[in-house]
């Protein structure tokens, strides 16, 4: 079993819409969790952090269920812009520290 | 404004070479990585070091090695480059907890020839 498993997609979806990614992780040690986006042929950038009470930015929620060992990511009223590839992270520190990136949702936002 | 860079974009080289991939950060971050990114397999970890000098393998290490001499460097050593090294190579260096947010540099395409 991955460490980290994302479905890959992709997603093809209208603007407008509601789309949820949902990420699962194997350690139950994990301690942060993380949303990356990353555009086509660019590096990635940290999307969001996620909190174990769940939060919120603009359009974006994020959540995590630790008893499933899982994580969301909910993305309210699509834009075009929005159309990138989404890598769920897990990281974890015991006896040092690890990170491992989940192999990405592909989101496709049409007109 | 954070920043990771990367000797080159694009680089194109010979099986049996020797090559070598730059990564400078100007954040003081301690913790650097070396991952190479391909089609279906996401991100995989070769190398990371937390400290001068530190290194520790990640999950695919073999054919690599990796040289931190100075806390803003952190390079990428292919010893023997082989077919199957041709991939996108992506550095990052992480900021201390708690956020622990990587920042990438651009990337290097390397082809194997």
């Known amino acids: 079993r991955k460490e980290v498993e994302q479905d890959p997609g992709p997603f093809n979806v209208p603007e407008g819409a509601t789309v949820a990614f949902n990420c699962t992780y194997s350690?139950?040690?994990?301690?942060?969790f993380f949303w990356y986006r990353q555009d086509c042929r660019k590096e990635p950038k940290l999307l969001m952090s996620?909190?174990?009470s769940g939060n919120e930015d603009g359009r974006f929620t994020a959540q995590l269920n630790r008893a499933s060992q899982y994580i969301s990511l909910l993305i309210r009223d699509s834009k075009l812009s929005d159309s990138a590839t989404y890598l769920c992270v897990v990281r974890w520190a015991t006896g040092g520290f690890k990170t491992i990136f989940g192999a990405g949702t592909r989101l496709f936002v049409k007109a | 404004d954070v920043k990771v860079t990367q000797s080159s974009r694009y680089l194109v080289k010979r099986t049996g070479e020797k090559v070598f991939l730059e990564c400078v950060q100007d954040m003081d971050h301690e913790n650097m990585f070396w991952y190479r990114q391909d089609p279906g397999l996401g991100l995989r970890l070769i190398y990371f070091?937390?400290?001068?000098?530190?290194?520790e393998k990640g999950d695919i290490p073999e054919g690599y090695s990796v040289s931190r001499e100075k806390k803003e460097r952190f390079s990428l050593i292919l010893e023997s480059a082989s077919t199957n090294q041709t991939s996108m190579y992506l550095c990052?260096?992480?900021?201390?907890?708690?956020?622990?947010?990587?920042?990438f540099g651009p990337g290097t395409r390397l082809t194997v020839l």
């Open positions: 070091s937390y400290d001068v000098k530190m290194k």
């Open positions: 996620v909190y174990s």
């Open positions: 350690n139950s040690a994990s301690q942060s």
């Open positions: 990052a260096s992480e900021t201390s907890g708690p956020g622990y947010e990587q920042f």
